[in-house]
C-alpha cells in the first residue's frame, strides 16, 4: 500500500493522544487523587510512598518483556492492550478498593503495567521508526503530551472531585473512560514502519542519499544498526543510566509526596495542587528545548542543563513556603524532568540506532524506574521515621548535580571494527 503523503505526522497525533490520555492522567491525575484518599481511608505515608513505588516498579521493571512484545506482535498491539489494561485498572480503583493493600496491588501493578505497556516504550519506538534527521523533534511532540496533559490532569482532578463532595473514585472513573477511547485510536490509526506504506523515514524521496540522515554535524546520529547485545557491552548504556537517577528518583518522590509536604509546611490543597500544575505546566518548556535545538546541539549537552535544574528544585522545594519559591520549585522540576526525560530518550536512539530501541528503552525503563521507586519509598520511611523528608531530598539533588557533570564529558559510542564485521557477516547470512 502506498500512499502519496507522509504518515508520520497523523501517527505522532495518534500518539500524542495516546500519551495524553495513557501516560499523564494516571501519572500525575493520581497525584491528587492519591491525596484524597489517603485522607479518606486514613492511609500513613509509609502506604502512600509503598503504593507510588510498586507504580513505579510497574512502569519499569515489566520493560524488557514489553519491549519483546513489541518487537514480535508491532507497536499498535501493544498499545491496544495496555490501554485496556489500564482501564480495568482505573474501573477497579474506582470499586472496590477500600484499603492500603488493594490500593497497592491494584494502583501498583495493575495501573502501573497499564500505563507502562500503553505508554511511552512502544510509542517512541514507532517513532525512532518513522523519523531519524527529525528524530528529536518528533520525540518532544509526542512527549509533549504529557507535560499538557499533566497541566490538565492535575486541575481536572481537583475540580472534579471537589464537584462530588471529596470522591476521589469519581477520577478513577474518568480514567476508565478515558483508556477506552486511548485503545480505539491505536487501533484504528497507528501504523508500524514507513516501508508499511511504501514510505521512507521523515517522507523523504528513495533518491536522497545518507546524508539526509544527518541534520547537523553537531548531533551526533550513529549510522550503525547495534545489536542489543553490543549495546549492553558498552559502558556509555551505564554512564547515561546513572546520569538518570537523580531526575527518576527525584521524580517519583515528587509525584508521591510534593503534595503532601507542601501542605505540611502551611499550603492549602488548592495551592499545592496548583503549583503541581505549574510544574507539569512546565515540563513542556524543557521538551520545547529539545525541539527546538535537539536536532542542532546533541541532546547530551540539553540533557545536562536539564537534570542540573532539576536539583536546584528539590533544593527549592524543601522549605517552598512562598509565592516565589513554590514557582521556582515547580518551573525547575518541570523544565528540568521534561527536557530530562526527552533528551535521554534522544540520545539513546541517536546513539544505538531504532533497531535495538525498544529493548534498549526496555532495560533502560527497568534500571531508571527501579532506583525512582526506591526513591519514594525511602522518602516516605524517613518521613516516618524522622518526621522530615529533607535527607531524601538532598540526596537526590546531589545525584543530579553529579549527573549533570558527567553528561558534559561523556563521549559517543563507537562500534568496534570487530563489531562492523561481525554486524554485516549476519547481514550478509540473513
Same mark, same amino acid.
Given at each position: 500500500?502506498?500512499?502519496?503523503?507522509?504518515?508520520?505526522?497523523?501517527?505522532?497525533?495518534?500518539?500524542?493522544?495516546?500519551?495524553?490520555?495513557?501516560?499523564?492522567?494516571?501519572?500525575?491525575?493520581?497525584?491528587?487523587?492519591?491525596?484524597?484518599?489517603?485522607?479518606?481511608?486514613?492511609?500513613?505515608?509509609?502506604?502512600?510512598?509503598?503504593?507510588?513505588?510498586?507504580?513505579?516498579?510497574?512502569?519499569?521493571?515489566?520493560?524488557?518483556?514489553?519491549?519483546?512484545?513489541?518487537?514480535?506482535?508491532?507497536?499498535?498491539?501493544?498499545?491496544?492492550?495496555?490501554?485496556?489494561?489500564?482501564?480495568?485498572?482505573?474501573?477497579?480503583?474506582?470499586?472496590?478498593?477500600?484499603?492500603?493493600?488493594?490500593?497497592?496491588?491494584?494502583?501498583?501493578?495493575?495501573?502501573?503495567?497499564?500505563?507502562?505497556?500503553?505508554?511511552?516504550?512502544?510509542?517512541?519506538?514507532?517513532?525512532?521508526?518513522?523519523?531519524?534527521?527529525?528524530?528529536?523533534?518528533?520525540?518532544?511532540?509526542? %512527549?509533549?503530551?504529557? !507535560?499538557?496533559?499533566?497541566? #490538565? +490532569? $492535575?486541575?481536572?482532578?481537583?475540580? @472534579?472531585? *471537589? &464537584?462530588?463532595?471529596?470522591?476521589?473514585?469519581?477520577?478513577?472513573?474518568?480514567?476508565?473512560?478515558?483508556?477506552?477511547?486511548?485503545?480505539?485510536?491505536?487501533?484504528?490509526?497507528?501504523?508500524?514502519?514507513?516501508?508499511?506504506?511504501?514510505?521512507?523515514?521523515?517522507?523523504?524521496?528513495?533518491?536522497?542519499?545518507?546524508?539526509?540522515?544527518?541534520?547537523?554535524?553537531?548531533?551526533?546520529?550513529?549510522?550503525?544498526?547495534?545489536?542489543?547485545?553490543?549495546?549492553?557491552?558498552?559502558?556509555?548504556?551505564?554512564?547515561?543510566?546513572?546520569?538518570?537517577?537523580?531526575?527518576?528518583?527525584?521524580?517519583?518522590?515528587?509525584?508521591?509526596?510534593?503534595?503532601?509536604? %507542601?501542605?505540611?509546611? !502551611?499550603?492549602?490543597?488548592? #495551592? +499545592? $495542587?496548583?503549583?503541581?500544575?505549574? @510544574?507539569? *505546566? &512546565?515540563?513542556?518548556?524543557?521538551?520545547?528545548?529539545?525541539?527546538?535545538?535537539?536536532?542542532?546541539?546533541?541532546?547530551?549537552?540539553?540533557?545536562?542543563?536539564?537534570?542540573?535544574?532539576?536539583?536546584?528544585?528539590?533544593?527549592?522545594?524543601?522549605?517552598?513556603?512562598?509565592?516565589?519559591?513554590?514557582?521556582?520549585?515547580?518551573?525547575?522540576?518541570?523544565?528540568?524532568?521534561?527536557?530530562?526525560?526527552?533528551?535521554?530518550?534522544?540520545?539513546?536512539?541517536?546513539?544505538?540506532?531504532?533497531?535495538?530501541?525498544?529493548?534498549?528503552?526496555?532495560?533502560?525503563?527497568?534500571?531508571?524506574?527501579?532506583?525512582?521507586?526506591?526513591?519514594?519509598?525511602?522518602?516516605?520511611?524517613?518521613?516516618?521515621?524522622?518526621?522530615?523528608?529533607?535527607? $531524601?531530598?538532598?540526596?537526590?539533588?546531589?545525584?543530579?548535580?553529579?549527573?549533570?557533570?558527567?553528561?558534559?564529558?561523556?563521549?559517543?559510542?563507537?562500534?568496534?571494527?570487530?563489531?562492523?564485521?561481525?554486524?554485516?557477516?549476519?547481514?550478509?547470512?540473513?
Amino acid at each position: 500500500m502506498r500512499t502519496s503523503t507522509f504518515y508520520g505526522w497523523k501517527l505522532l497525533a495518534a500518539f500524542w493522544v495516546i500519551l495524553f490520555i495513557n501516560l499523564a492522567f494516571p501519572a500525575y491525575g493520581s497525584s491528587v487523587i492519591n491525596a484524597y484518599m489517603v485522607n479518606d481511608l486514613a492511609l500513613d505515608r509509609r502506604t502512600l510512598g509503598l503504593m507510588v513505588s510498586v507504580y513505579m516498579l510497574m512502569t519499569g521493571l515489566p520493560a524488557p518483556l514489553v519491549a519483546m512484545f513489541v518487537n514480535r506482535y508491532g507497536v499498535r498491539a501493544t498499545l491496544v492492550l495496555g490501554s485496556t489494561i489500564l482501564m480495568l485498572g482505573a474501573v477497579s480503583m474506582a470499586t472496590f478498593v477500600d484499603t492500603g493493600a488493594e490500593a497497592v496491588a491494584v494502583f501498583g501493578f495493575i495501573v502501573g503495567f497499564g500505563v507502562m505497556s500503553g505508554g511511552a516504550l512502544a510509542a517512541q519506538t514507532g517513532t525512532a521508526f518513522w523519523f531519524v534527521r527529525r528524530r528529536a523533534l518528533a520525540i518532544a511532540i509526542i %512527549l509533549s503530551a504529557g !507535560g499538557i496533559g499533566g497541566f #490538565v +490532569a $492535575a486541575r481536572t482532578m481537583n475540580s @472534579l472531585i *471537589a &464537584s462530588f463532595d471529596g470522591n476521589w473514585r469519581a477520577g478513577w472513573w474518568l480514567i476508565a473512560g478515558m483508556a477506552l477511547f486511548a485503545a480505539t485510536v491505536a487501533a484504528l490509526f497507528v501504523r508500524e514502519k514507513p516501508a508499511d506504506l511504501g514510505q521512507l523515514p521523515d517522507g523523504r524521496n528513495a533518491d536522497e542519499g545518507a546524508g539526509a540522515r544527518r541534520k547537523s554535524v553537531h548531533v551526533h546520529i550513529t549510522n550503525e544498526e547495534w545489536t542489543f547485545a553490543e549495546v549492553l557491552r558498552t559502558p556509555t548504556l551505564w554512564l547515561l543510566l546513572f546520569c538518570s537517577l537523580g531526575m527518576s528518583g527525584g521524580f517519583t518522590q515528587v509525584m508521591a509526596h510534593a503534595v503532601v509536604h %507542601l501542605q505540611d509546611l !502551611g499550603n492549602s490543597a488548592e #495551592v +499545592a $495542587a496548583g503549583s503541581f500544575a505549574v @510544574l507539569v *505546566a &512546565s515540563t513542556l518548556l524543557g521538551k520545547l528545548m529539545l525541539g527546538v535545538f535537539g536536532d542542532r546541539i546533541d541532546p547530551r549537552y540539553l540533557w545536562a542543563i536539564s537534570v542540573g535544574f532539576f536539583g536546584i528544585g528539590m533544593l527549592v522545594l524543601l522549605d517552598a513556603t512562598t509565592a516565589f519559591s513554590l514557582n521556582v520549585f515547580a518551573v525547575c522540576i518541570g523544565l528540568g524532568f521534561g527536557g530530562g526525560l526527552v533528551c535521554m530518550m534522544t540520545v539513546l536512539s541517536n546513539y544505538f540506532g531504532s533497531k535495538a530501541y525498544a529493548s534498549v528503552i526496555g532495560v533502560t525503563l527497568a534500571v531508571q524506574t527501579t532506583a525512582g521507586a526506591l526513591g519514594s519509598f525511602v522518602a516516605g520511611d524517613l518521613y516516618e521515621r524522622l518526621g522530615s523528608y529533607t535527607g $531524601a531530598f538532598i540526596g537526590m539533588a546531589v545525584l543530579c548535580f553529579a549527573g549533570s557533570l558527567l553528561l558534559l564529558v561523556i563521549r559517543p559510542p563507537m562500534r568496534t571494527q570487530r563489531q562492523v564485521a561481525g554486524g554485516i557477516a549476519a547481514q550478509a547470512g540473513s
